[in-house]
T-cell receptor, first 115, second 114 residues
Framework: DQQVKQNSPSLSVQEGRISILNCDYT??????FLWYKKYPAEGPTFLIS?????DKNEDGRFTVFLNKSAKHLSLHIVPSQPGDSAVYFC??????????????FGTGTRLTIIP | NAGVTQTPKFQVLKTGQSMTLQCAQD?????MYWYRQDPGMGLRLIYY???????DKGEVPNGYNVSRLNKREFSLRLESAAPSQTSVYFC?????????????FGSGTQLSVL
């Protein structure tokens, strides 16, 4: 039972345009949402997060939007740069099916920025 | 700043062999974690340690054991490796383990079990 879903395994975007990565979740007990970025042969690195009491959080080129009623969040990258090419993981924190509050990750979306 | 260091980076085992994956962090973090990453499955939590002296099961603990040796080190042991344990393993740490806190990851161990 995948509680955090990233339905697009891959996404290609032209350099300079907006990249939009989507994430859906099923567990209404999640109260924090985070995005991680992963380059090949490296560990994931934290990118941006949002609390469930907010609907938007911005950090430079990165903005995360949260729609609690739809159980949906999205990451916007504007403008997209070649260095943004990576796998992006959505993660949620809260009481999971396993009774703990640890992060539950989505399956990831591979973003490719085309020069 | 080393951050989170994992060893080894690569390992090939035969079915039934045992091995220990080592992890150390130098950020004075209280909480440490072991995840595995499989294609199409994302990262799944194997075990975590909220603080020195405590360990708890995550989503996929079967076939693994852990030891929180001290505040810095958290090891993952495979007693009898199986092909289903072929995966990339990541160790991570966080300051307090509280909800929404960001994790710092090591660079991973790629394990193949033949």
């Amino acid at each position: 039972d995948q509680q955090v879903k990233q339905n697009s395994p891959s996404l290609s975007v032209q350099e300079g345009r907006i990249s939009i990565l989507n994430c859906d979740y099923t567990n209404s007990m999640f109260d924090y949402f985070l995005w991680y970025k992963k380059y090949p042969a490296e560990g994931p690195t934290f990118l941006i997060s949002i609390s469930s009491i907010k609907d938007k959080n911005e950090d430079g080129r990165f903005t995360v939007f949260l729609n609690k009623s739809a159980k949906h969040l999205s990451l916007h990258i504007v403008p997209s740069q070649p260095g943004d090419s990576a796998v992006y993981f959505c993660a949620a924190s809260g009481i999971s099916n396993f009774g703990n509050e640890k992060l539950t990750f989505g399956t990831g979306t591979r973003l490719t920025i085309i020069p | 700043n080393a951050g989170v260091t994992q060893t080894p980076k690569f390992q090939v085992l035969k079915t039934g062999q045992s091995m220990t994956l080592q992890c150390a962090q130098d950020m004075n973090h209280n909480s440490m974690y072991w995840y595995r990453q499989d294609p199409g499955m994302g990262l799944r939590l194997i075990y975590y340690s909220a603080s020195e002296g405590t360990t708890d099961k995550g989503e996929v603990p079967n076939g693994y054991n852990v030891s929180r040796l001290n505040k810095r080190e958290f090891s993952l042991r495979l007693e009898s490796a199986a092909p289903s344990q072929t995966s990339v393993y990541f160790c991570a740490s966080s300051e307090t383990g509280s909800g929404g806190e960001k994790l710092f990851f090591g660079s991973g161990t790629q394990l193949s079990v033949l």
